[in-house]
């Protein structure tokens, strides 16, 4: 072999071994939104498959409308600044609604470990992070039928609801907001957990001090001052604050509605993150 071709054969080992340069911001977001996009459409599949786990969500707002929002709304015990009850209500039981779909979606990703699925996501080149968003986002899907509901059930009950488009919109885009961040914390905890049980006990532990530690029934001004502190570090709380605002007709919010979105914006981004970490531990 010539030096000539020692030298070529060197200089392509070389370029052979030298690694292809990292994609730029742009194309990294847009790769991480692309296989995000995927896991979403996967797991909207399933949905679409057995659409039985919505129905039976939609049973536990109607009651809690048609049934405990009648009664209250005859006490007339609350003070919800000359909103009839029932309005002050809907869009408490509309989050509501959307917890409790979102906070046992990690049942999920047990299940898919067990069935070696969540063993091939781990194994594509896919970010940790985008498997969790993408499962996510998939239970925020799920709460756009949660909004449908509630919005229908008020109709039929005559609330004054806001029925313009634009609020529309913005109510469930807040609803789907609000359940990426539960459904990411659900499946965070499903990665500690590791078992169907534990993390069914784990939901029904948090589902209830989250509801009643907010202003989704009650205002917060009632709530002795220890659980006035707790409610505002409650990111259901916000969730409520912004759907009451842009959903009822003269609805307000208390904190902001900007502050409202960056605080359940901000918690998703945080909770994706962690969980994109802690993913792996659920197949160890």
């Given at each position: 072999?010539?030096?000539?071709?020692?030298?070529?054969?060197?200089?392509?080992?070389?370029?052979?071994?030298?690694?292809?340069?990292?994609?730029?911001?742009?194309?990294?977001?847009?790769?991480?939104?692309?296989?995000?996009?995927?896991?979403?459409?996967?797991?909207?599949?399933?949905?679409?498959?057995?659409?039985?786990?919505?129905?039976?969500?939609?049973?536990?707002?109607?009651?809690?409308?048609?049934?405990?929002?009648?009664?209250?709304?005859?006490?007339?015990?609350?003070?919800?600044?000359?909103?009839?009850?029932?309005?002050?209500?809907?869009?408490?039981?509309?989050?509501?609604?959307?917890?409790?779909?979102?906070?046992?979606?990690?049942?999920?990703?047990?299940?898919?470990?067990?069935?070696?699925?969540?063993?091939?996501?781990?194994?594509?080149?896919?970010?940790?992070?985008?498997?969790?968003?993408?499962k996510a986002l998939s239970s925020a899907a799920r709460s756009l039928v949660m909004v449908a509901l509630i919005y229908a059930v008020s109709a039929v009950l005559g609330l004054s609801v806001n029925w313009h488009p634009a609020a529309m919109a913005a109510v469930a885009g807040i609803a789907a907001l609000g359940a990426t961040l539960f459904s990411s914390l659900s499946l965070i905890i499903a990665c500690l957990v590791k078992t169907r049980e534990r993390m069914m006990g784990m939901g029904q532990l948090l589902t209830m001090p989250l509801f009643f530690a907010s202003n989704a029934v009650y205002p917060i001004s009632i709530m002795p001052p220890w659980l006035q502190a707790v409610s505002q570090f409650n990111p259901l709380t916000y969730e409520v604050d912004a759907l009451r605002a842009l959903m009822l007709a003269g609805g307000s919010s208390e904190y902001g509605i900007g502050l409202d979105f960056a605080v359940l914006l901000g918690g998703t981004a945080v909770l994706v993150i962690i969980g994109g970490r802690l993913c792996p531990n659920i197949v160890r």
């Open positions: 072999m010539t030096p000539q071709e020692s030298g070529a054969q060197s200089a392509g080992s070389a370029e052979a071994r030298t690694p292809p340069p990292e994609p730029g911001a742009v194309e990294a977001a847009v790769r991480f939104w692309g296989k995000t996009a995927a896991i979403t459409e996967l797991e909207l599949r399933k949905l679409r498959h057995d659409p039985t786990e919505l129905v039976v969500r939609a049973v536990q707002p109607l009651l809690w409308l048609l049934v405990f929002g009648q009664v209250i709304a005859g006490v007339r015990g609350f003070p919800t600044g000359g909103i009839p009850y029932l309005d002050f209500m809907a869009p408490g039981i509309l989050a509501q609604s959307v917890l409790f779909v979102a906070i046992f979606h990690g049942i999920t990703i047990i299940s898919e470990r067990d069935l070696g699925i969540l063993q091939k996501y781990l194994a594509s080149p896919a970010p940790r992070a985008a498997i969790v968003l993408g």
